[in-house]
């Protein structure tokens, strides 16, 4: 069974620019949640998708939003991009058990 | 809110064993899971503990004492591949995953 897959890896962006990131869950799986992990500040609750919902967000501004689709799979984006969202963006999916929860490799983001 | 505290350090010698605490501050939770995470790499899911007592899974196992608010995640055989951080994270009915800081573990030869 194939994993989480992010796309991309890597980006680099300027301030003010906005991004997308994508995520394509392990098959199966309906829930999807994204974590944001900087040095500073370890990883960090974005929000959580399940049937094309969001079930719960975390403590982050209007900036970071997502959806997910009929296909589970599921966006983020970030719009006026600031210096400190330079992180590494994380999805997780798992079938709807939060303590298990299977991570892709991430997309790293730099904003200069 | 919640929140974990973890070493952010151990240092351990190959075929040793090794012990990573994990104490926390939640009004509710689930349950207190276990991640790797290599330099690089994705977190991996190690163990999960919704009940008290110990969980084992082959080399590591992973305790929970609801009433200490205390677990702790134990290597036993190091390896040098164990080397990478790990963190405890607290599931609730937030649906989301509440991580710690997360322990560098150093295996030596």
């Known amino acids: 069974k194939a994993g989480v897959t992010q796309t991309p890896r890597y980006l680099i962006k300027t301030r003010g620019q906005q991004v997308t990131l994508s995520c394509s869950p392990i098959s199966g799986h309906r829930s999807v949640s994204w974590y944001q992990q900087t040095p500073g500040q370890g990883l960090q609750f974005l929000f959580e998708?399940?049937?094309?919902?969001?079930?719960n967000k975390g403590n982050f501004p209007g900036r970071f939003s997502g959806r997910q689709f009929s296909n589970s799979r599921s966006e983020m984006n970030v719009s006026t991009l600031e210096l400190g969202d330079s992180a590494l963006y994380l999805c997780?999916?798992?079938?709807?058990?939060?303590?298990?929860?299977?991570f892709g490799p991430g997309t790293r983001l730099t904003v200069l | 809110g919640q929140s974990l505290e973890q070493p952010s350090e151990v240092t351990a010698v190959e075929g040793a064993i090794v012990q990573i605490n994990c104490t926390y501050q939640t009004s509710g939770f689930y349950g207190l899971s276990w991640y790797q995470q290599h330099d690089g790499g994705a977190p991996t899911f190690l163990s999960y503990n919704g009940l008290d007592g110990l969980e084992e899974t082959g080399r590591f196992s992973s305790f929970l004492s609801r009433s200490d608010s205390y677990g702790y995640l134990l290597l036993q055989e190091l390896q040098m591949k164990d080397s990478a951080s790990y963190f405890c994270?607290?599931?609730?009915?937030?649906?989301?995953?509440?991580f710690g800081s997360g322990t560098q573990l150093t295996v030596l030869p």
């Open positions: 994270a607290l599931s609730g009915s937030a649906r989301q995953l509440t």
């Open positions: 998708y399940f049937s094309e919902t969001q079930r």
């Open positions: 997780a999916s798992s079938a709807n058990r939060v303590n298990e929860q299977f």
